[in-house]
């Protein structure tokens, strides 16, 4: 009874911490799915309540800043719509790391870029302009942002419209394994898989605990069979014994009558 007991209670510690583990995944994949329903195209950033995460792809922001990040990071940022753009971007300053969509020479298409802002400018057009320099070229004094000798510093110009998000931190490390599950292997294998073998292990659990109670229903049965057995053996053996003292009570008061007649 008492390693029946211990089983029992290691059974439910096990299906708690699965489960536990189980519907973090699911979490995950939840969070996951809902922060990519809203992009439509390569330039949309995956978020949820304006929380927005973006892998690196580049080197471009490995510099010597406190919040500068490198390929391996995974970078969260504020993503701005056209609600909250005027709120934001007007409290931009030198300094702030912001996500905008670029055109590559190199690459030959509109990509998103995330750098820091060095400083505002005013175009021939009259409208207001931001530049901006990742971190990685200002550490070389040959590239480095220079308002007064543009023409060897490394930077981009870019218009308040251009902006797509405003840096607000990062998770060192993450990156490589978030760009893992933002392919389909990645996602299959880290996400897919492992709800499935939990599904799979949870319908073997349910099976098991079935089994568990009924083996233990079956075994309060036999000992409920068992004790009604008991009983009426009991029962047949005081109606037995009560039998036999009357037999014996009734040969007793015929043996004393024939006495009596006797004398």
Known sequence: MLEEKKEKKWWEVVSVVLNCVFYLFVAILLIFSI??????????????????YLTVQTSSMDGEEEDSFTPKDLIFVKVITEKNREKIVSKLEIGDIVTFAYYSDEIGRTILNTHRIVDFSTGSDGKQYIRTQGDKYAMNPAYKYDPDN?????????????????????????????????????????????????FVFEAIM??????????????????????????????????????????????????????????
Request: with cysteine.
């Open 206 to 263: 349910l099976v098991m605990n079935f089994l568990r109670i009924k083996n233990h229903k079956n075994k309060e049965t036999m000992m409920k069979e068992h004790e009604d057995e008991l009983a009426r053996i009991k029962a047949e053996l005081e109606n037995e014994k009560e039998k036999m003292r009357a037999e014996l009570l009734a040969e007793l008061e015929k043996k004393e009558k024939n006495e009596e007649i006797k004398e």
């Open 35 to 52: 922060s990519n329903l809203g992009m439509k195209t390569e330039l949309d950033i995956p978020s949820i309540f304006g929380k927005g």
């Open 150 to 198: 543009l023409s060897s510093a490394k930077f981009e110009t870019i218009s308040y419209e251009d902006i797509k998000a405003v840096y607000t931190g990062k998770w060192t490390g993450a990156g490589n394994t978030m760009k893992f599950l933002q392919t389909s292997n990645g996602f299959l294998l880290c996400i897919v898989l492992p709800t499935a073998l939990f």
